[in-house]
């Protein structure tokens, strides 16, 4: 048996104890979801060096980012689950007509079944736990799929779910693409996926054979649109949160990261020159001397955003950065100013450290040129005007949208996270993972009294006025009509 057939065996035997361990109930119990929530707690806390490490490794993480952007996230959400999970089990009163009297009814969640999570590089500790968390929290089996471009952080998983979750319930495979086809070719209750648009479509095509229902957290090109402010402090503040959030979670390598900015010819300069004094101060100046930043995670990846920067008219357009430090995949900081629209590097998702700004004669002129591209996963924008805050919420489409910050919407758990469009489906974080998990059964109690006759034909005027009647809740008209009293 070639390789390829030994893998498809032992895949098979994983599902099949995964569906008879969720046929027996195990995974419906409230203490057992408690436990699996609590065990995740307990791995991220005995394991923090470990991760630091693993993603060091991979990334080239700072243990201060390393704890920002992926154990603290984890703890946060499953601390919340925790707390809150058997609220979110619990069934929800749903208001029945008058008509049917006495009955009642309710909402009640139930867990789908056996899912796959596909988690990303970029985030690999917390972008393949935090939908975990989710999954156990409603009751299901899970089997996660890390990906093999982070093979440390793959390879802790692997090694270090199995002694802290239920591993009759909870299984970590890894691989490369071939296992990752197989992975699809399987029938699944949900499929969890994080990562490119590209891969999202081979998901949601391998999902269709089977009707299987799909999260994708996908991404795109986000734009922070910088509004004219006129306080020096607030333009201070806006520099920093743009350079910080440009440039410091993974160099750029982040779905929701800024893609590129728009501003105002007039208030360009300004920005350009804060820009490049907030760089030097937070990462270094030259790739060779560069600090608090990730490397790219792979040579492919380095070598397709140097690319984007060969086109002689996107390498003009520089002014600022550019260096690489090819030994140690670090990209500088790079800020371009109005590079072709029709590049590369304006049509494709970046992903890495580069910053192209476009200028505009009017800020106004921002939501044209965002509503001309597909919808993003998350916008930014730095503005004091209320009526261009309102203008934009109401005009243009994305997954999300922050006023005078970027990315902190992705740690608030009680806003939904996900994308709209292109930028992928479904949503996730808190409540709302527990949701994308869950299936929200409609559940309706009647007794035998009293008995509606007119459902049923033979039919006539009479039944035809009660139906209507009822249908539009007119509980007096029907009240007269059965006592003989409404003719019309």
Same mark, same amino acid.
Request: hydrophobic fraction near 40%; include cysteine; proline fraction near 6%.
């Given at each position: 048996?070639?390789?390829?057939?030994?893998?498809?065996?032992?895949?098979?035997?994983?599902?099949?104890?995964?569906?008879?361990?969720?046929?027996?109930?195990?995974?419906?119990?409230?203490?057992?979801?408690?436990?699996?929530?609590?065990?995740?707690?307990?791995?991220?806390?005995?394991?923090?060096?470990?991760?630091?490490?693993?993603?060091?490794?991979?990334?080239?993480?700072?243990?201060?980012?390393?704890?920002?952007?992926?154990?603290?996230?984890?703890?946060?959400?499953?601390?919340?689950?925790?707390?809150?999970?058997?609220?979110?089990?619990?069934?929800?009163?749903?208001?029945?007509?008058?008509?049917?009297?006495?009955?009642?009814?309710?909402?009640?969640?139930?867990?789908?079944?056996?899912?796959?999570?596909?988690?990303?590089?970029?985030?690999?500790?917390?972008?393949?736990?935090?939908?975990?968390?989710?999954?156990?929290?409603?009751?299901?089996?899970?089997?996660?799929?890390?990906?093999?471009?982070?093979?440390?952080?793959?390879?802790?998983?692997?090694?270090?779910?199995?002694?802290?979750?239920?591993?009759?319930?909870?299984?970590?495979?890894?691989?490369?693409?071939?296992?990752?086809?197989?992975?699809?070719?399987?029938?699944?209750?949900?499929?969890?996926?994080?990562?490119?648009?590209?891969?999202?479509?081979?998901?949601?095509?391998?999902?269709?054979?089977?009707?299987? $229902?799909?999260?994708?957290?996908?991404?795109?090109?986000?734009?922070?649109?910088?509004?004219?402010?006129?306080?020096?402090?607030?333009?201070?503040?806006?520099?920093?949160?743009?350079?910080?959030?440009?440039?410091? $979670?993974?160099?750029?390598?982040?779905?929701?990261?800024?893609?590129?900015?728009?501003?105002?010819?007039?208030?360009?300069?300004?920005?350009?020159?804060?820009?490049?004094?907030?760089?030097?101060?937070?990462?270094?100046?030259?790739?060779?001397?560069?600090?608090?930043?990730?490397?790219?995670?792979?040579?492919?990846?380095?070598?397709?955003?140097?690319?984007?920067?060969?086109?002689?008219?996107?390498?003009?357009?520089?002014?600022?950065?550019?260096?690489?430090?090819?030994?140690?995949?670090?990209?500088?900081?790079?800020?371009?100013?109005? $590079?072709?629209?029709?590049?590369?590097?304006?049509?494709?998702?970046?992903?890495?450290?580069?910053?192209?700004?476009?200028?505009?004669?009017?800020?106004?002129?921002?939501?044209?040129?965002?509503?001309?591209?597909?919808?993003?996963?998350?916008?930014?924008?730095?503005?004091?005007?209320?009526?261009?805050?309102?203008?934009?919420?109401?005009?243009?489409?994305?997954?999300?949208?922050?006023?005078?910050?970027?990315?902190?919407?992705?740690?608030?758990?009680?806003?939904?996270?996900?994308?709209?469009?292109?930028?992928?489906?479904?949503?996730?974080?808190?409540?709302?993972?527990?949701?994308?998990?869950?299936?929200?059964?409609?559940?309706?109690?009647?007794?035998?009294?009293?008995?509606?006759?007119?459902?049923?034909?033979?039919?006539?005027?009479?039944?035809?006025?009660?139906?209507?009647?009822?249908?539009?809740?007119?509980?007096?008209?029907?009240?007269?009509?059965?006592?003989?009293?409404?003719?019309?």
């Amino acid at each position: 048996m070639d390789q390829r057939g030994s893998e498809s065996v032992a895949l098979d035997e994983i599902l099949s104890e995964l569906r008879q361990t969720f046929r027996t109930g195990r995974t419906r119990p409230v203490a057992w979801r408690k436990a699996q929530l609590r065990a995740i707690i307990d791995l991220v806390q005995d394991n923090e060096e470990r991760i630091f490490t693993a993603l060091l490794e991979d990334l080239g993480k700072h243990p201060v980012e390393s704890y920002r952007d992926e154990v603290g996230v984890v703890l946060k959400s499953a601390k919340q689950s925790l707390s809150c999970v058997e609220k979110w089990m619990a069934p929800k009163k749903g208001h029945l007509p008058l008509l049917f009297f006495p009955a009642s009814g309710e909402v009640l969640p139930e867990p789908l079944g056996t899912v796959l999570i596909f988690s990303s590089w970029n985030f690999p500790i917390s972008l393949a736990l935090d939908p975990v968390i989710g999954a156990v929290a409603a009751g299901n089996t899970v089997v996660l799929k890390p990906s093999e471009l982070a093979p440390a952080c793959s390879s802790f998983l692997a090694e270090t779910l199995p002694r802290y979750l239920d591993n009759r319930a909870v299984k970590v495979v890894t691989g490369g693409p071939n296992l990752g086809e197989q992975l699809l070719e399987q029938k699944w209750d949900k499929i969890f996926f994080t990562g490119s648009p590209q891969v999202g479509r081979i998901v949601m095509s391998a999902a269709a054979r089977h009707l299987t $229902p799909v999260t994708l957290e996908l991404g795109g090109k986000c734009p922070t649109i910088v509004d004219t402010l006129s306080s020096t402090s607030e333009i201070k503040i806006t520099v920093k949160r743009i350079a910080g959030g440009k440039w410091g $979670p993974c160099s750029g390598q982040a779905c929701i990261g800024i893609d590129y900015l728009l501003v105002e010819k007039k208030f360009c300069t300004m920005l350009v020159d804060l820009l490049m004094k907030t760089i030097r101060r937070f990462y270094g100046e030259g790739a060779k001397n560069m600090k608090n930043m990730c490397k790219i995670i792979n040579k492919h990846q380095f070598e397709r955003l140097q690319n984007l920067l060969k086109d002689p008219a996107v390498a003009a357009s520089i002014v600022y950065g550019g260096s690489v430090d090819e030994e140690r995949l670090l990209i500088e900081p790079t800020i371009l100013l109005d $590079p072709p629209l029709d590049a590369e590097i304006m049509t494709e998702e970046i992903f890495g450290p580069l910053l192209p700004i476009i200028t505009l004669n009017n800020i106004q002129e921002s939501i044209e040129f965002i509503n001309a591209r597909p919808k993003p996963l998350a916008m930014y924008v730095f503005t004091k005007d209320e009526s261009f805050k309102q203008q934009l919420l109401q005009e243009t489409s994305s997954g999300s949208v922050t006023f005078n910050d970027v990315m902190v919407q992705f740690i608030c758990d009680s806003l939904p996270f996900g994308g709209v469009g292109q930028s992928g489906f479904g949503r996730y974080h808190g409540k709302y993972s527990f949701d994308a998990f869950s299936h929200e059964k409609a559940v309706m109690r009647r007794g035998f009294f009293p008995e509606i006759e007119p459902r049923y034909p033979p039919w006539n005027d009479f039944k035809l006025k009660f139906i209507r009647l009822a249908y539009n809740f007119d509980y007096l008209g029907l009240l007269l009509l059965m006592l003989g009293l409404k003719r019309n």
